[in-house]
Nanobody, 124 residues
Framework: QVQLVESGGGSVQPGGSLRLSCAAA????????VGWFRQAPGKEREPISC????????YYADPVKGRFTIFRDSAKDTVHLQMDSLRPDDTGVYYC?????????????????WGQGIQVTVSS
């Protein structure tokens, strides 16, 4: 059974940093495309960042480019999302997702497996 568990969320002031982690149980994440998605209050779930499996290409949504970094820790079967220079509009529930196909795009409908989500709040 495939399971994804997110950790690392919380509350932070604007300009601060958080690192989200997505740990896998039941499969090796190196063989999966992994993405982070965000759902803000009253809004639809949107892609934030994805890391592909074939040649490790990455995708970032325009609002987070230069501030967020997605990377794998193969030894721990984990994918991290390092979030720096956080802003209030980064607030939302962040979901980790994985898919066993070698995707070359980052869209929620393409992912089969999802974590429970974790809250990130950026506020002064």
């Amino acid at each position: 059974q495939v399971q994804l568990v997110e950790s690392g969320g919380g509350s932070v002031q604007p300009g601060g940093s958080l690192r989200l982690s997505c740990a896998a149980a039941g499969f090796g994440m190196d063989y999966y495309t992994v993405g982070w998605f965000r759902q803000a209050p009253g809004k639809e779930r949107e892609p934030i960042s994805c890391i592909m499996t074939n040649n490790r290409n990455t995708y970032y949504a325009d609002p987070v480019k230069g501030r967020f970094t997605i990377f794998r820790d193969s030894a721990k079967d984990t994918v991290h999302l390092q979030m720096d220079s956080l802003r209030p509009d980064d607030t939302g529930v962040y979901y980790c997702a994985a898919d066993g196909t070698p995707l070359d795009y980052c869209a929620a409908y393409a992912f089969d497996y999802w974590g429970q989500g974790i809250q990130v709040t950026v506020s002064s």
